[in-house]
């Protein structure tokens, strides 16, 4: 089944819908697909590694690697303006002795003989500088859980563009229209093992399009296609709706006066603020302990959100590997915020070790990397009528925190943001800076989340292709506050 936002309404034919029409993981099950040659290579490094530290005294060792086989091609207006395939793949290698840690990063080409060389010579390399290292005493070595598989293979499949095709495929429809994104698709994979044993490998065929349709020097709508299996109905529905949206965006845009606005926020409006809370917000123990988190009041119980608001986190229903950086498996679900109040904290093993907490499995961190928000009861043909008369946004970007400690954020409208009265599109506004406490507006001023969640790729590429992503309903909210 594929999703698109579900917040269309009769009156703008799709105007909520320029986020996103992605096909999320429908099944995380282990499958019996054959061995990769990257594959084959890890399986033999972690062999040869085991051999050869096993002769070095009281020594432990992990190794961490991702890769992938991308295409890449950006567009400028309806054109293809760089383009090419991507084969790359990193190692982190580390060994653990005397209460000390030492770390090196290296190319991993997925050819054994020509992996065990560099591999040798960095072990070789840490060996010397262990002893000269400080004592860390919140050193975690590898160990196995009697709670978790120590050996996991998870391995999909999915249809993607011939990269011979993807150029024609996506220009086709858009011809003659201000077409500007990124297409990277491709296989990815993660990989984990430790001298304890621990032996994990995760690899998926996945692509994502993030787009934009421009409509004069101010006018752009925002669109997203994500997957493990490309379809052309789906494009031609979303880039029809993202026209529809440009459409409504051609009328002059009108300058709304600072101040506070009844406001409802799309699900990619909603995955921006997350995002944000996600990087930053301090959801992890160690952020709490250290006094930077924005929810120290409420996991110490001295407040509380609205009980319409739940954040968890759901590896069922988002593609990517459940381990961790130490090899652990984190839970399938864990609630971080439920009905308002505060479940858990992400914790990792140093964490755990430092401030006598136990694990559950966050990453080095201890950031979401499987968020979900759940939805509430508003249907999406209510949603321009229960709010009335304010602002509907789309997109917002910028944000950061104006005040972390008291919960303070801020940020921009961006795409496809729209002033409505009694229901009823009025007109496109000029970009406006929100500046609001996460207290209030996830707290009293939270009305109601949709019923439907939209799937939100993370659209990454910085370093390597981001897998996963966020399910997101849209939410409406009273007298969010409009500063600039």
């Not at 919140?138 to 993607?160: A, C, I, K």
């Not at 787009?211 to 296609?225: D, R």
């Not at 052309?232 to 029809?240: G, Q, S």
């Not at 929100?434 to 109601?448: A, K, M, Q, T």
């Amino acid at each position: 089944m594929t999703l698109q936002e579900a917040d269309y309404s009769q009156q703008v034919g799709a105007v909520v819908g320029v986020a996103a029409r992605q096909t999320p993981p429908k099944n995380l099950s282990r499958q019996a697909f054959p061995v990769s040659a990257e594959e084959a290579a890890f399986q033999q490094l972690v062999e040869a590694l085991g051999d050869h530290v096993s002769a070095l005294s009281e020594t432990a060792f992990t190794v961490a690697i991702s890769g992938e086989e991308s295409q890449f091609t950006r567009f400028n207006s309806a054109r293809v303006r760089q383009t090419g395939q991507v084969k790359d793949g990193q190692m982190r290698l580390t060994l653990m002795g005397s209460d000390r840690t030492a770390a090196v990063t290296l190319p991993f080409c997925g050819d054994f003989s020509a992996d065990w060389p560099l591999v040798q010579a960095a072990i070789a390399q840490l060996t010397a500088e262990l002893p000269l290292l400080p004592v860390d005493p919140y050193l975690v070595r590898p160990t196995l859980s009697q709670h978790s598989n120590p050996q996991t293979r998870e391995v999909h499949s999915g249809r993607l563009l011939p990269h011979t095709a993807v150029a024609s495929t996506l220009l086709s429809p858009v011809q003659g229209l201000d077409f500007s994104g990124l297409y990277a698709g491709g296989r990815a994979y993660r990989a984990y093992a430790d001298s304890m044993g621990k032996r994990h490998w995760f690899e998926t065929p996945s692509f994502t399009l993030d787009y934009s349709l421009f409509g004069g020097s101010t006018q752009a709508v925002k669109g997203t296609l994500a997957g493990r299996h490309w379809s052309e109905p789906d494009y031609l529905r979303d880039i029809a709706a993202t026209q529809a949206q440009l459409k409504l965006l051609s009328q002059p845009a009108i300058s709304v006066p600072r101040g506070c606005y009844r406001t409802y926020l799309a699900p990619a409006a909603v995955a921006d603020i997350i995002d944000t809370i996600i990087w930053g917000g301090g959801l992890g123990e160690a952020a709490l302990r250290q006094g930077s988190s924005a929810f120290e009041k409420l996991e110490q119980g001295r407040s509380q959100l609205s009980e319409k608001f739940s954040l968890g986190e759901d590896f069922q229903r988002i593609g990517l590997p459940r381990f961790n950086d130490s090899g652990e498996m984190s839970p399938a679900q864990l609630p971080i915020i439920q009905q308002g109040r505060w479940a858990n904290a992400l914790v990792n093993s140093r964490s755990a070790k430092e401030y006598g907490k136990r694990s559950n499995g966050a990453n080095q961190d201890e950031s979401m990397r499987a968020p979900t928000v759940a939805p509430g009861q508003l249907s999406a043909e209510d949603i321009l009528s229960t709010l009335g008369t304010g602002l509907y946004v789309s997109n917002l970007h910028y944000l950061n925190w104006s005040d972390l400690s008291a919960g303070r954020m801020t940020g921009m409208t961006r795409y496809a943001c729209f002033w409505v009265e009694a229901g009823e599109i009025v007109a496109p506004i000029e970009n406006l800076r929100f500046d609001d406490n996460l207290y209030r507006f996830l707290g009293e001023g939270l009305i109601d989340l949709t019923c439907q969640q939209t799937f939100l790729p993370a659209v990454g590429t910085y370093d390597r292709r981001s897998l996963g992503g966020m399910w997101m309903p849209g939410m409406l909210i009273d007298q969010f506050r409009y500063t600039l």
